[in-house]
């Protein structure tokens, strides 16, 4: 296809897109519930070709010698695809936030304002390997009232085509606006830069994956863009932590899930608890594979196999059994190095002292900040606000997990009873 045609086709796809947003505003709680409810049905119905589409990208990936956590991120079986179901029908039952009044006042000549929530319009989602990042854009999207238009990486082109199509399918059955989902089904490099630039009909973009993808949309794009770089997660182990608590925390944040980006990448541990810490933590560590680099003191407590740190290790986002472990002075000390080295996405202490997590969590700059808890909780499900559309590292208009009020923008309302400006 050439850059015309290309140019001509998405234009005419955003168009659509745009004309079904505003029908979908009149679409009830109800009707979206149903529709939503039809495709998580449509999911599990559909699995078979699902999975059958799944394993034609994840051996392309084996065959391109992909990281294991880059195929666990692309890889669907009946217990993801049941977990995709089980999010939409989640979503379904979420509060709808369309229309909520968030404040309502009286001023003096009378005019009663309302400031309404509304859907934000039209949301280009650029993201890659996640297939369940379709279901879920698509759920949380059209929950809220937005029209989407989504466009996966090539390696996981099958997977995202044949989840859409059983989703485009139940939404079809239910005559719901034409429009109101779209994949880009194009491999073609050239239609994300297009896309970008078709601000007359997109109002949002929201990249989902690795840093040079959107470091990429943000330098390209005409449209606003929420968006998170990477995510350098830290955990640190104050002087008064229980140090079996910290065990247990810093093990999940790496191990659990390390391919993800709420996953800890740099484990900080204050001076005067390193040499009781340090051993046994990086002995279960090594045991679960993980790859250790440290600084001059942890590699001289650990005595062998640790490599040292480097600078750039502190700004690494590894994605994978490898950490970065640093040894520091204070409290302060380790708050200067997340608001240095760190990405303002998820950081957590470990401590038994109040007045030490407080500190923690009103100084450093991190969309979520944790005392004593996992950073793997950043999360909108795990938040309880069901389905999350991405991360956002931003201060404006969202940030930390994307759910459906943040999918949202509002309008004020005014009624009147003839009232003029003099």
């Known amino acids: 296809m050439n850059t015309m045609n290309l140019k001509h086709d998405l234009s005419k796809l955003a168009a659509r897109a745009q004309e079904a947003s505003r029908a979908m505003h009149g679409l009830s709680s109800q009707a979206k ?55 939409l029908l989640e979503i379904s039952s979420l509060t709808d936030p369309v229309g909520e009044v968030i404040k309502a006042w009286r001023v003096p000549n009378g005019l009663w304002i309302h400031k309404v929530r509304v859907p934000i319009g039209v949301i280009a989602i650029i993201y890659e390997s996640r297939p369940n990042v379709t279901s879920d854009c698509i759920g949380l999207c059209f929950k809220s009232g937005n029209s989407v238009i989504l466009r996966g990486g090539s390696e996981a082109l099958n997977s995202n085509l044949a989840i859409y199509a059983a989703l485009k399918k139940a939404a079809d059955c239910l005559r719901l606006p034409e429009g109101a989902i779209n994949v880009v089904d194009t491999v ?37 863009v929420i968006k998170h770089y990477k995510g350098i997660c830290h955990v640190y182990v104050d002087e008064d932590a229980d140090l079996n608590k910290a065990e247990s925390i810093c093990f999940n944040a790496k191990v659990q899930r390390p391919g993800v980006c709420n996953a800890m990448e ?94 923690f969590l009103r100084q450093v700059d991190s969309a979520c900040v944790y005392a004593n808890a996992s950073t793997r909780f950043t ?44």
């Open 33 to 87: 519930n149903l529709a939503l409810v039809a495709m998580a049905e449509a999911l599990i119905s559909g699995k078979s070709v699902i999975l059958k589409a799944n394993r034609k990208d994840v051996l392309k990936a084996k065959a391109g010698r992909q990281t294991k956590a880059f195929i666990d991120r692309l890889e669907l079986d009946d217990k993801r695809i049941a977990g995709m179901s089980e999010s």
């Open 188 to 224: 073609d490099r050239r239609a994300v830069d297009i896309l970008l630039k078709l601000d007359k009909y997109i109002d949002l973009v929201i990249p989902r994956g690795g840093e040079s993808l959107i470091r990429r949309v943000v330098a390209s794009s005409h449209i606003p």
């Open 266 to 359: 740099t484990m900080l541990v204050h001076q005067d608890i390193a040499a009781r810490f340090l051993p046994g933590m990086i002995k279960k560590f090594k045991e679960a594979g993980v790859k250790i680099r440290g600084c001059a003191v942890t590699f001289k407590i650990a005595k062998s196999g640790v490599q040292l740190a480097t600078d750039k290790d502190y700004h690494t986002e590894y994605l994978d059994l490898v950490l970065s472990v640093k040894v520091v002075q204070s409290l302060d000390s380790a708050i200067e190095h997340i608001n240095h080295y760190g990405t303002r996405h998820s950081d957590s202490i470990v401590t038994e002292d109040y007045n030490n997590a407080l500190k």
């Open 379 to 422: 999360d909108g499900n795990q938040f309880g606000m069901g389905a999350e559309i991405g991360i956002s590292t931003d201060k404006l208009h969202a940030r930390g997990p994307m759910a459906l009020e943040e999918l949202t923008t509002y309008k004020y309302m005014i009624f009147g009873d003839g009232q003029i400006r003099t």
